[in-house]
């Protein structure tokens, strides 16, 4: 499957940047897990570094609201 996807190029579940548009992209599978909808296991969902870094500041800033929902651009 992940060879099917690099084949038509994918991008961020969160941005939606390609991979060209971004340095890095991960790829990982929805695990069971409590808050995950049954219809995104065992599914790929991808996940780029800007992303990860925007969303990891937010975690650690505690100055940055929790209502902060924004994807950066």
Excluded: D, W
Aim: glycine share 8%.
């Amino acid at each position: 499957m992940i060879a099917k996807m690099k084949a038509r190029g994918f991008s961020c579940s969160f941005c939606g940047r390609s991979k060209g548009e971004v340095a890095n992209i991960i790829t990982g599978t929805p695990q069971r897990a409590p808050g995950v909808p049954k219809r995104m296991i065992g599914k790929s969902a991808f996940i780029c570094n800007e992303c990860i870094e925007h969303y990891r500041q937010l975690v650690i800033s505690p100055e940055v609201s929790r209502n902060s929902a924004a994807v950066p651009k």
